[in-house]
């Protein structure tokens, strides 16, 4: 079948299965699947008949539609305002240079541990989280920085996490691969594939008993669950499909399909690498994205979550990304081909929607020039906020263990533990 | 002394018990046994009229003497002997006190396999799916990590999910969500979410369940910071310790035992919780300590009647609490007896006994006049075989023999 992925098979795979020739192809650059809208040539066919790689196959979503309903625009040909426009690109930029600042820290020995970072996969993050509102939530995996900016925590607080400052969000605690945020409600932050999704099904549970047992009837909170294609191999993603479409819950699925799971090659793991197909077969709609590209997933994203408000169930949307950077600060990045990289390196989400902006007289080189400035300006501030931030005390090592320190149980005096003076010191023998 | 009852399973359909199974067991008599058997009781129970009925409506039970379960008395009620009370089964206690939790906050929902339009497996959650809803009683599909998982996401947003286990066996497939999520959320959130959940679900061995039926994950579970464990063995203790968990912030994961499942009690009428951090003194005494949880309890007073025949007085402590242990309690009667015997269900490698021997040598070495014995189950995967069964899980006979030789 043509698909987007067997041209993004590079050359020095080993154990090509596909053709065996494939070794001596030339990498291609799909033109079937998702026309850039960088591109000024393909624009105005775009908007007038939004073509986001349909599949033949299945009973993927027809988004097409959507353009439709929206709200008119002063220029009726364009996806975004000026106003959305420049909130993207915002949003977009400071997920870059956090993550650039964080090697930065990393390397010069201010955060240790497994730090994984999101370069060049701002795209999905922006596009569907700008869209949610505050009381929707986000879940996302270890590469989770960029999404905790996104929904709103304040980049001095996830950088003071990753610092192991007590002024983090997570006061410490937690660490770069379990941001949360009960503000932005931002749930997590997980370690292991998959175990984040059975939380996010939970959350969209929630929202589902709070409009139907609690009668809270104006409840439309949605849950968007982020993962890879790694996880999409793991037992939990399936059940969690189950279920979701079993009780229509308020769910959106993003699989940030960047190819990669570590070193293992999505293609080498997966018997069937067209993710987007596995939502029909748990009564879903599946829909595949070009994730480089913001508009395009922006445009997905408020179908699929206007589809969860309205109480239709879950969509399973699969977005096309590639992470530039290996998969953590540790990994050296080997097998990934140099075409490759290169290959998507060109498909830059923040170039591309900077050029968007330009052609179309949305904002300028200045004023983008000045958003960059200012993003930059405030990550020194978070940095230098980090920096300053004291290190947990002690003191802090047994408050959050229970949320009723009770828990704690009684000592040999009779009284509750966490009742000895020792207990806040953090010194209390438990 | 009490009698006791060991009830077959409420559904027939998951304990698949011949009905004379209880003969079987006392026609076999291996002569190379070690300890004799007392004409007129089994190795593990007292029955009425030594038959055993698998209709639960036909079934003969002995009602248990409230006055010989010396409960402590709870901060937050009034003591049993207070007024009449309510006669039931130890499964329709649970199934009152999650009524009335369910009542009581309407944030309170079950999730689980087979518990809405079945009723539980054991009869738990009967009639709750009808009065409640579908959505408040789930009946979820065969998927223990992503649903135990789920109930963690609701209680982090609002809920106050009790996740059946229908064995508890099953959630071993939940166990990445029962460390990583259910116990550590709380800490790596920074305190920003609560998760006040209650996992429950009957476990121990049954009548011939087979090894994978019959497993004790209390000492799997043991290790994960941030949770409670609390283990039910009456009706009066079960209810309380339903509620008590329903109620608390932590999560909290509550043992039941497919045994004790029909053990009936009179228990009060008024609201009563059960704290969930202290032991239950079953029997004061002065020779021994004897710590239980569990249907241990049951071998343990069956043997303590035996003990007190031939002169010794023990002292029975139901720990109730597994996670954290109530060292005042136990502290208090080491200092009094000085000798320590623990009767558990756990396997003898890494169970709550082990634990709770260091736990005591840790806090009360002076106190001790012998070392601490501890009687475990065998580390075995419990066989089918109803004779190679009884032989891993502590007898009441081998009880005795602990403590005479404890006490010599």
Redesign the interface.
Known sequence: MASAFSATKFAAHPFNTISPTSQNKPLKIPTAASPFLGSTRKLLRLTSQLNLSRRSSGSVFAVSDVVKEKKPTPTPSLLITKGEGLVLYEDMVLGRAFEDMCAQMYYRGKMFGFVHLYNGQEAVSTGFIKLLKQQD?V?STYRDHVHALSKGVPARAVMSELFGKTT????????SM?M???EHNV??????IG?G??????????????R???KEADCDHVTLAFFGDGTCNN??FY??L??AA??KLPIVFVVENNLWAIGMSHLRATSDPEIYKKGPAFGMPGVHVDGMDVLKVREVAKEAIARARRGEGPTLVECETYRFRGHSLADPDELRDPAEKAHYAARDPIAALKKYLIENNLSGEAELKAIDKKIDELLEDAVEFADESPLPPRSQLL??????P?????????R??CEDPKFTEGTAH? | MAAIFQGVGAAAALSSLPSNSFDSNKSVFSPRRSFSVRKGASFAVVRSDGTVNLNPKGRRTQQLIPNAVATKADSAAASSSSKPGHELLLFEALLEGLEEEMERD??V?VMGEDVGHYGGSYKVTKGLAKKF?D??VLD??I?E???????????????RPVVEGMNMGFLLLAF??IS??CGM????????????IVIRGPGGVGRQLGAEHSQRLESYFQSI??I?MVACSTPYNAKGLMKAAIR???PVILFEHVLLYNLKERIPDEDYICN???AEMVRPGEHVTILTYSRMRYHVMQAAKTLVNKGYDPEVIDIR?L???????I?NSVKKTHRVLIVEECMRTGGIGASLTAAITE??NDYLDAPIVCLSSQDVPTPYAGTLEEVTVVQPAQIVTAVEQLCQ
């Not at chain 1, 983090?168 to 660490?175: D, M, S, V």
């Not at chain 1, 009770?406 to 005096?413: E, H, L, S, T, V």
């Not at chain 2, 990590?145 to 609002?158: H, L, P, Q, R």
Request: proline share 6%; glycine share 16%.
């Open positions: 939530s879940v983090g969000c997570c006061r410490g605690q937690g660490g379990h949360f945020s009960s749930i997590g932050g997980f370690a292991f175990e999704i059975p939380v996010a099904t939970g959350a969209a549970f929630t929202s589902k008993y709070k139907e047992v609690l037992g939990q059940e969690c189950n279920m079993l009780w408050e959050n263990v229970f949320a009723d009770k828990g704690f149980g009684i000592g040999p005096d009779g509750y533990r438990v | 309407p944030r929902c809803g959505l408040r979820t599909p998927a990590n992503s649903f135990t998982g789920m109930g963690i996401g609701a209680a982090m947003t609002g809920l990445n969500q990583n999520n959320l709380h800490y790596t959130s920074g305190g920003q979410f609560t998760i006040p910071p941030g409670q608390s912030e932590n969930l951090e202290e609490s996670k954290p242990f109530d060292l005042y309690t502290g806090n009360f």
